[in-house]
């Protein structure tokens, strides 16, 4: 499946998931299903900002688009397949290398100026904060050409980063993100990708390191209570 370029949520029409809702037409996603060699109502398939999804045969069946809406759409997909079936191979030959284009600029880290730290250019991306948090890290802010990079160094690292985990050893997670801070300053320090080699020898210090901070957690805890 693949993102149609030209979304239907421009088409100017009015939308209704299968299940009822009414949405605002650009809320809408359009996926394309690039598997076969020509396009149909079942190779299109709709999403709602809730998560249903529909296929366009279906909403035709169910009285959602009429069949003038019906025909515009699959125009659309019939256009845009062409294109779209190139670049999927273009994608596999290449091993599915991260692209700048993959991603799309965050409005909030835009409007904060920040600089990419890798390259300096103004960011465009910005991970959240962990555990559920909402609030962008601009320590890790970066201009869309460098966020792919980044995910490509990951790939690249994948060996050494299955060493942690596919580890059982407790704390599970800390070692993880220690290991990935070490990535990322590889990154950012235009090192090579890191081996399994490096990781088989990092993991028992990471965990170490990490069962120490438990235990000064733990003690903390107790004396916080006499």
């Known amino acids: 499946m693949a993102p149609l370029q030209e979304d239907i949520g421009n088409l100017g029409i009015t939308m209704r998931c299968i299940r009822g809702e009414e949405w605002p037409t650009a809320s809408f996603r359009s ?4 598997k076969g060699n020509e396009v149909t109502e079942d190779a299109i398939t709709l999403h709602c900002p809730v998560g249903h999804s529909f296929t366009l045969q279906q909403a035709v069946a169910k009285g959602i688009f009429p069949e003038d809406v019906r025909v515009r759409v699959l125009a659309l997909a019939k256009q845009q397949f062409p294109q779209m079936k190139k670049e999927l191979e273009e994608r596999e030959r290449e091993g599915w290398r991260a692209r700048p284009s993959d991603y799309i ?14 390259c300096h250019k103004p960011a465009q991306w910005a991970p959240v904060t962990p555990r559920g948090g909402t609030q962008r890290k601009e320590n890790r ?10 995910e490509n160094f990951g790939t690249d690292s994948k060996e050494a980063f299955d060493v942690f985990q596919n580890s059982s050893e407790k704390p599970y997670w800390r070692p993880i993100q220690l290991f990935d801070g070490e990535l990322w300053k590889k990154f950012i320090l235009d090192e090579p990708p890191a081996t399994k080699l490096e990781a088989e020898t990092l993991f028992p210090v990471y965990l170490e390191r990490a069962r ?6 733990a003690r903390s805890r107790r004396q916080a209570k006499r």
Do not use: F, H, I, Y
């Open 105 to 118: 600029p965050n409005a909030e880290v835009v409007a904060k100026g920040w600089p990419c730290v890798k």
């Open 31 to 34: 996926l394309l299903d690039l």
């Open 212 to 217: 120490q901070e438990v235990k000064d957690r």
């Open 141 to 150: 802010a970066l201009c869309l050409e460098c966020k792919a990079s980044w």
